[in-house]
């Protein structure tokens, strides 16, 4: 039983990962994500259901377009195989409980956001909003947070990041980041609580400035450079979400 629920969850995350790679195509370019059917960006050609299935196809046809040949993105097999992996690790850490449906659900959100924003520099209202909506809305149901601290972790993730970018400005006379951030921020306030929110941009700083001195030292990266920092938000989301208590746990045991 515990190992098909693993093997089922994993499956309908990489099902889910194929159509957030859908969203995160299309959404930026201002196309529907229900209709029509994927088709090849090489050759418009539709693209037959054999040929979807995620991580598989694009391993069976060498990460070729059967019809014309032209490359497909490494993306979008990361994309599903990520997808799985964070359904897989929603199962097992939870089980099949209202706590891991929201995890699944979030951690999809989170990786759809990452993915559009590394390639657009972009955060989609529509998605931030929808985080911020369902955040709320699980508050009633998970165990590791409730509504009124539901409330408070989106409020007090759009004040944090509303100051630190505004310290930023003081400091260094340019916009580090957009007010999309500070809508995601909201939406993991909303899913984590104000203990997970504060721990994920501890967490997003963190890996944004090692991601950011390694490119400096290779001197890929400026000063004035931008960095996608809803990918390091989702990632220090990602981590809160699931070892968030144990680390809790361990830094206060120092202590
Ligand atoms: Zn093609």
Known sequence: MAVFGAVYSAVIGLCVGSFLNVVAYRLPRGESVVRPRSRCPGCGGRIAGRDNLPVLSFVLLGGRCRMCGARISWRYPVVEATAGLLWLISWLTFGPTVDGLAAALFSSL??????????????????TYLTLGLGLAASFGVTWTTPLGSVLGAAAGAVALLLLIGVWYLLRRVRGMGLGDVKMLAGVGAFLGPYGMLLTLFLA?????????????????????RLPFGVFLSIGAVVALFFGPRLIAAYSSLL
């Open 205 to 225: 700083c963190l890996f944004g400035a090692v991601f950011g001195l390694l490119l400096m030292v290779r001197g890929r990266l400026g000063w004035g450079s």
């Open 110 to 127: 989170l990786l759809v956001l990452a993915t559009i924003d590394a390639a657009h520099y972009l955060l989609p209202d529509q998605l």
